[in-house]
């Protein structure tokens, strides 16, 4: 990871981390290093763009706009949109390069820059750091466009429209008869999602589909699942989901009200596909977060996995190399390699729905044979993630409560996205979890890293 881009993106503060002049810097240097790519004599570079619903949204999209056609790029505007249908729009249309403008699962007062490359994919770390360096004053000053060679922007809505209708193709059976509860946390799927499952004939009832700017994933969505939780159950729905606020994560609800990981849904769904010949490998894409009763339920299926680092960046990259079909994170970023290039929640609510339905089942009992271990999750905030993770008496005790955790195990990482640390403990006892919890923030106060 560079210095302003993470495993997802630039995030941070809008206008204290990431500010409208590192927009438009950004755009001016991509839009010079991408004209650049088609020779001087080679038609303008085209750029699309989407953003979710915080209010700093907008001031970002200008401000990259202006840089993009300051370098001679066009800039085609999808407006309010996920960053699945930007990945997927990229591709299928052939651009250049995407930007989707979104913090995703983070409050409204932070946002992020994602760069996805012209075949749909997170941007390489190479082009990261140009930028980065572009940033930094440490590359020279690049040229402006004159004349005829400065960019334009076209609307491009139509872009929005054309991934709906592909969401809505992908449906293979009618989900008439079924009562689903979507959230859609206030952010860029807030009207998607209704559309797609009105089509695919479902009775719909949602919740967190005002946005304001402000209220995106406040309360809401794939990290605030309680309010899907009791839609579910006082309306005594079928199902529910749940996504964050640009639309790549999703969590489910189960009839009775229970909640449904990242690491259900990716059991279910490679059971499904390996019982109808689509699990490529016979194997599944996972990261270090991932349960163990997860490779558990795999085993008694006969379904192998892999395990990448913390991001669906790297669990893509497996699946490319490897040819796999499904992988994902236990957060719900779930990648179907055959349909989409990241990870896509209305796709995998979709595919769930397949699922469930295709078996003539209730999703609790495709859930059933998977048994989760106790598992704690705690973010941090330090004064230095890097430091604290790798410092000394840190690991030392993570090592020792490890030892006490009867075959569980400690993952103390540092955020990509966030100046956090994030402490993920697992064993047979919560009780357990929570006092190695406790040990470790005990040596992060003492040696003053925690904030």
């Known amino acids: 990871m560079g210095k302003y881009f993470g495993t997802d993106g630039f995030r941070g503060e809008a206008n204290k981390v990431l500010t409208a002049d590192h927009a438009y810097k950004v755009g001016r240097f991509l839009g010079w290093y991408l004209c650049g790519q088609k020779g001087a004599d080679g038609q303008p570079a085209r750029v699309v763009i989407g953003k979710d619903t915080r209010r700093s949204s907008y001031m970002f999209e200008y401000s990259l706009i202006a840089g993009l056609t300051a370098s001679g790029a066009d800039a085609y505007t999808m407006h309010v949109t996920t960053t699945p249908s930007v990945a997927y729009v990229t591709r299928v249309d052939r651009f250049d390069c995407g930007i989707m403008i979104s913090a995703s699962h983070n409050p409204y007062y932070d946002n992020g820059i994602k760069l996805i490359n012209g075949q749909g994919e997170k941007m ?59 959230d859609c946390a206030n ?44 839609l579910v159950a006082d309306k005594k729905l079928d199902v529910g989901f749940a996504y964050d606020g640009d639309a790549d994560r999703c969590l489910c609800v189960d009839e009775n009200a229970n909640i449904v990981t990242g690491d259900h849904i990716l059991y279910l769904c490679a059971k499904y596909m390996k019982d109808n010949g689509e699990l490529l490998n016979n194997k599944v894409v996972t990261t270090v977060m991932s349960n163990c009763g997860l ?34 994170e236990q957060s719900g970023h779930i990648i179907f390699s055959k349909y989409s290039t990241t990870g896509d929640g209305i796709l995998t609510s979709l595919k769930v729905m397949e699922a469930l339905i295709a078996q003539k089942t209730t999703l609790s009992k495709l859930c059933k044979p998977l048994k989760l271990f106790p598992q704690t999750l705690i973010n941090l905030s330090v004064t230095d993630k890097y430091q604290a993770v790798s410092d000394a008496a840190v690991k ?14 400690i993952l103390l990482r540092a955020s990509g996205t966030e100046p956090l640390v994030r402490l993920m403990v697992e064993s047979p006892s919560e009780q357990l979890n929570e006092s190695s919890c406790a040990e470790i923030i005990s040596t992060l106060r003492q040696h003053g890293y925690l904030n």
């Not at 060679?149 to 992908?170: E, P, Q």
């Not at 795999?298 to 996995?305: K, L, Q, S, T």
């Not at 790297?314 to 994902?328: A, N, S």
Request: glycine share 14%.
């Open 124 to 182: 390489s770390e190479e082009v990261c750091l140009l930028i980065e360096d572009y940033i930094d004053g440490v590359t020279p000053e690049i040229p402006f466009a004159e004349k005829d060679r400065i960019g334009k922007t076209v609307d491009f809505s139509s872009g929005r429209n054309r991934y709906i209708g592909h969401l809505i193709s992908l449906g293979l059976y009618s989900f008439r008869g079924k009562k689903v509860g979507l």
């Open 187 to 230: 952010g860029s799927g807030w009207d998607i999602a209704k559309a797609v499952f009105d089509a695919l004939g479902a009775t719909t009832y949602v919740i967190n589909a005002q946005p304001d700017g402000l209220n995106i994933n406040d309360n809401a969505g794939s990290t605030h699942i309680e309010g899907l939780q009791k």
């Open 295 to 328: 490779y558990k339920a795999f085993g008694a299926e006969g379904i192998d996995y892999a395990k990448t680092p913390v991001g669906d960046k790297f669990v893509h990259e497996y699946m490319m190399k490897h040819g796999c079909r499904l992988g994902g």
């Open 396 to 409: 030392s005790a993570v090592r020792k409560a490890e030892k006490s955790l009867q075959g569980g195990r």
